[in-house]
C-alpha cells in the first residue's frame, strides 16, 4: 500500500514554534510542506528549490484570492484609492 502525499502549510512558518514543525516535518518525504508568514525578511533565510517556492506562493495566493478584502483591495488600486479593508 503506497502512502498518500500530503500537502502541509504552515502558517507562521517562521516562528519559534512554526519553524520547529517545520523542521520535523522536512524529512518526511510523503509530506509536501509549504511555508507563509508576514516577514519578508526571515522568508529569505529559508532554502528552498524554485519549484517549492513558487508552490508556497500559489498557496499563499489561493487562501486569499476569494477574500472581500482581496477585491477590495484590487477596486481600490483601480480607482486609485486607499483600500477600505474590513478582515473579511
Same mark, same amino acid.
Given at each position: 500500500?503506497?502512502?498518500?502525499?500530503?500537502?502541509?502549510?504552515?502558517?507562521?512558518?517562521?516562528?519559534?514554534?512554526?519553524?520547529?514543525?517545520?523542521?520535523?516535518?522536512?524529512?518526511?518525504?510523503?509530506?509536501?510542506?509549504?511555508?507563509?508568514?508576514?516577514?519578508?525578511?526571515?522568508?529569505?533565510? =529559508?532554502?528552498?528549490?524554485?519549484?517549492?517556492?513558487?508552490?508556497?506562493? =500559489?498557496?499563499?495566493?489561493?487562501?486569499? =484570492?476569494?477574500?472581500?478584502?482581496?477585491?477590495?483591495? =484590487?477596486?481600490?488600486?483601480?480607482?486609485?484609492?486607499?483600500?477600505?479593508?474590513?478582515?473579511?
Amino acid at each position: 500500500m503506497n502512502p498518500i502525499p500530503t500537502k502541509v502549510l504552515i502558517l507562521g512558518g517562521y516562528g519559534t514554534f512554526g519553524g520547529r514543525l517545520a523542521q520535523l516535518l522536512a524529512g518526511d518525504a510523503r509530506v509536501t510542506l509549504l511555508i507563509g508568514g508576514r516577514s519578508f525578511g526571515q522568508a529569505q533565510t =529559508v532554502e528552498v528549490d524554485r519549484r517549492t517556492g513558487l508552490a508556497i506562493e =500559489v498557496a499563499a495566493y489561493n487562501q486569499t =484570492v476569494s477574500t472581500a478584502d482581496r477585491r477590495e483591495g =484590487v477596486r481600490a488600486a483601480i480607482e486609485r484609492r486607499a483600500p477600505k479593508f474590513t478582515g473579511s
